[in-house]
């Protein structure tokens, strides 16, 4: 991976080079992560002018957590307790005689910009806004396959509480365990705190569990994500208990289900990233359902859980092929409850077999 993380930060250069900057400081740990190879807690990257270095307030743990350093960048562990890595790579970037350093203006403080200021009075502070997102955006095939096996860690729990007895137990206990299972399987740990929902809460976007006890006929609903290397993934599925599904139930199912579907079908190279929240959107508006959906479809993932593209009603922009989304929609009926039906996936193209799935768990509405 040294290679691709050379790669990366070459590409940032270019970037800051094209816009007229010296140097870099990249402070967003997830950031920091792509660039690098590993985060340590409060870790900052310095990319530029003479060489890219790592400044660290302690030495990293290696912990799985962190990630693994790239062993081609140079690491700088400040020997003062207490102080700021941020300052410390700015003085080293005017040092090295660089005019300017682009920072990231939508992450640092601004008690942390008026530092940088301080310590570096002759060095122009620029904004170097999004422009590791934006590389993040396309993932290379190491990234995907990170992808992939956190999907499989997530399917692997999911199915595996499916085959347990659920009558009686609570969200929060079903929630705790998917958790435990994600570990023994191989993640790093959730990707997201998981959700689970039981017959009035179930469909609830992001529901915090609690101690309410699953009975027979309620739905079930279920959102989970592994941390694998650092990449994340996310799943959610919807379930009844105990019985047959009420005719309402598989109404509900169904609506969203085929709202779902067509979200996944329109996810190809080139797709506005709207019009893909607008197909699976307008499926349950049909219904008049349109008003019960979160603000976006679904969002991409990576590094972090929610990153760029959002596909949103409002969204700007189109999907490239080897972007990483969710498309998950969902319905909740006050005092009822609803469904929710979340999968991730690779936007590839038409000649490849289209939208690549990687969360594979049925999709069939099971009694169980």
């Known amino acids: 991976m040294s290679d691709a993380y050379a790669a990366r930060r070459g590409r940032l250069r270019d970037r800051c080079a094209a816009a007229g900057n010296a140097a870099a400081l990249i402070t967003r740990p997830a950031n920091v992560r792509y660039l690098a190879g590993a985060s340590p807690l409060g870790a900052v990257l310095l990319v530029g002018p003479v060489e890219d ?25 400040l020997s003062a307790p207490g102080g700021d890595p941020a300052v410390a790579a700015a003085d080293m970037a005017a040092s090295a005689r660089a005019d300017s350093l682009a920072v990231e203006e939508h992450h640092i403080t601004v008690g942390r910009h008026r530092a940088l200021r301080s310590v570096a009075p002759g060095l122009r502070l620029t904004d170097l806004g999004t422009s590791v997102e934006q590389l993040r955006l396309v993932k290379d095939e190491e990234e995907i396959a990170c992808l992939r096996i956190a999907a499989e860690i997530a399917d692997q729990a999911l199915g595996e509480l499916l085959e347990s007895i659920l009558v009686g137990r609570t969200e929060r206990h079903l929630a705790l365990e998917l958790e435990r299972r994600l570990v023994d399987h191989g993640a790093d740990g959730p990707a997201f705190p998981t959700s689970v929902g039981t017959g009035p809460h179930s469909g609830r976007s992001r529901h915090r569990p609690s101690d309410r006890r699953v009975e027979e006929g309620d739905f079930l609903s279920v959102c989970l994500g592994a941390n694998y290397r650092g990449y994340r993934c996310e799943i959610g599925r919807t379930f009844v208990i105990g019985t047959t599904p009420a005719d309402w139930q598989i109404e509900l199912y169904d609506l969203v ?112």
Do not use: W
């Open 257 to 368: 289900f085929a709202a779902q579907r067509a979200g996944r079908e329109a996810l190809l190279p080139g797709a506005a990233y709207r019009d893909v929240d607008r197909a699976a959107r307008s499926v349950l508006g049909s219904a008049d359902h349109g008003e019960a959906l979160a603000p976006s479809t679904g969002h991409g993932v990576g590094l972090e859980i929610d990153e760029d593209p959002q596909l949103a009603p409002t969204a700007m922009g189109k999907l490239d092929a080897c972007v990483p989304v969710t498309v998950e929609p969902g319905v909740h009926l006050p005092g009822r409850g609803g469904v929710r039906i979340d999968d991730t996936l690779v936007v590839r193209p038409e000649a490849d077999g289209g939208p690549e799935l990687l969360t594979i768990t049925t999709k069939e509405l099971l009694a169980l």
């Open 53 to 77: 270095v790592l400044f660290c307030g302690t030495s990293p743990t290696g912990e799985a957590d962190e990630g693994r350093l790239d062993d081609r960048l140079r690491l700088n562990v």
